[in-house]
């Protein structure tokens, strides 16, 4: 009878520990209840024993690698994928504890060893013996007095997910929209004149600079630019875009981590981009995407110039130039709260705004004459600059840019049509009106040119409802733009 109560109470203690834990629902449903005889004792244990059965199978066929360390950090679980993923057995790393593992290097680092070190979850790019690239997440395991009894750890090979790929692919390059010649950037237009001088005026200061603008409009070459004419271009530019990668990985990217440090042995951590920026220029793109708690942190390094590692205890000193971009309106995010003012201030010491391509008609032709050279070069070819051609390019929007732009002047080269000059000579040409292939189907150039002028006609006037500002904003005459609202605008109403 004794038994039987302790085994009662073991049940009861069983199913309160697990009543907040949401995994735990089905469990739940099968003990739903305290058991009041022999007959449902053995079936509450029967089902925890299937629970249990269940559970080890799920994580041992997971397609992430599932490591487990006790309160101490010493492993106790390891599933099959990690096995797969480090081309390490079992029993190499079973009771191993992670403080000797990070200490000695093995584990560069060991996020096991940094979430116990940090009491919270940590996440750290990981190399294990000479595998690398693996995405780690450790995360502190509480019982339901709130005690740490285990951490587990989830990896992924970064090679194997799309967008966090793409991102270390790109990492260290800056933004697109890239047009530069001889070292400088095509600005024929009054405005990107403007923006030049003023990036001359402030390219060997070292206040911040905040640049704004929509995606596409070349932020990340006008940073290269600022960075390659002023006195730090020696040293690094470092470039990370905010929001192209997972925010538990964005802290130990910019920061990095230690490692072996923890135990009093050499650093064998990982300097983040920060450190790597060290005399040079760190861009800091779509700082709008940086989530809140991590916005704190780089204002403190702003403010002080001092950063610490994840799982470090001292601070470091770092000499670089911070540049920031969006494409958002960053004073409407702090009114919606999902920016710090302060933060906004602190970076915005030198707001520059670099317009769209439609508002900068004198550009558009250099640029696109720029993209056709380059292009004719790369797949030689001699594709020339048509009538037709530059009617359609001072026509369109530009939606996307000098991105945009940029892939409509390559299309045109890779579509050209050869033909034969009258001295027999062949001649690289865009296809013609007849057969202009723009966006992978055929359309003729005239329905083109008229497609694009209804849609700056129709969007010009639903917004401001004037015939006067239409043919403002379009640059033509209100006679004009009276004719064109006519005959493109169906609720018209002036």
Not at 299 to 320: A, N
Not at 406 to 430: A, F, I, L, Q
Not at 471 to 481: D, N, V, Y
């Amino acid at each position: 009878m004794e038994l039987y109560r302790e085994m009662v109470n073991m049940i009861t203690e069983y199913i309160d520990s697990l009543k907040d834990v949401g995994f735990a629902r089905y469990d739940l449903a099968r003990i739903d209840h305290v058991p009041e005889n022999e007959e449902e004792l053995l079936e509450a244990f029967k089902a925890i024993l299937m629970s249990s059965k269940e559970l080890n199978y799920i994580l041992e066929e997971s397609p992430n690698s599932f490591f487990v360390c006790d309160a101490e950090a010493r492993c106790i679980r390891v599933n099959k994928k990690f096995s797969d993923m480090t081309r390490m057995s079992r029993e190499d790393v079973l009771g191993a504890k992670m403080s000797e593992k990070n200490a000695d290097g093995s584990f560069r680092p060991s996020v096991c060893y940094l979430t116990l070190k940090e009491g919270r979850s940590v996440s750290a790019l990981q190399e294990i013996g000479d595998v690398s690239g693996m995405a780690v997440t450790g995360v502190p395991v509480r019982d339901e007095s709130g005690n740490l009894f285990r951490i587990v750890t989830n990896a992924i090979k970064i090679d194997e997910v799309g967008p966090i790929a793409e991102y270390f692919n790109e990492k260290n390059h800056a933004g697109g929209g890239a047009i530069k010649e001889n070292g400088k950037i095509i600005a024929e237009s009054g405005a990107m004149q403007q923006v030049l001088k003023m990036a001359d005026m402030v390219k060997d200061t070292e206040s911040n600079i905040l640049i704004t603008g929509e995606t596409g409009v070349g932020k990340g070459v006008l940073v290269k630019y600022i960075h390659e004419t002023s006195g730090r271009s020696e040293k690094p530019l470092v470039s990370i875009n905010c929001g192209a990668i997972p925010e538990n990985l964005l802290e130990s990217e910019l920061f990095g981590y230690e490692g072996g440090a923890f135990t009093g042995a050499d650093s064998r951590g990982k300097p983040g981009l920060i450190e790597l920026a060290e005399g040079g220029t760190l861009f800091l793109d779509e700082i709008s995407e940086l989530p809140l708690m991590l916005q704190v942190k780089i204002l403190h390094f702003l403010q002080t110039k001092k950063m610490m590692r994840v799982g470090g205890t001292k601070e470091i000193m770092i000499d670089t130039r911070v540049i920031a971009a969006s494409n958002k309106n960053l004073e409407g995010e702090v009114e919606r709260g999902n920016f710090r003012s302060d933060l906004y201030y602190r970076i915005n010491v030198i707001p520059i705004y670099i317009p769209p391509l439609r508002d900068r008609k004198r550009d558009l032709m250099a640029m696109a004459e720029y993209f056709l050279d380059f292009y004719n070069a790369k797949y030689r070819k001699n594709v020339i600059l048509t009538e037709e051609m530059a009617e359609y390019v001072m026509a369109h929007k530009w939606p996307g840019n000098v991105r945009e732009l940029e892939n409509y002047m390559e299309r045109m080269v890779v579509t050209s049509v050869p033909e034969t000059t009258e001295n027999g000579e062949k001649e690289g040409r865009e296809p013609h009106e007849k057969m202009l292939v723009v966006a992978g189907y055929g359309e003729k150039l005239s329905d083109m040119i008229e497609k694009a002028e209804k849609e700056a006609v129709v969007e010009a006037y639903r917004k401001y409802k004037s015939s006067y500002k239409v043919a403002e904003i379009l640059g033509i005459s209100q006679s004009t733009a009276y004719r064109r609202i006519k005959k493109f605008v169906k609720d018209k109403d002036e």
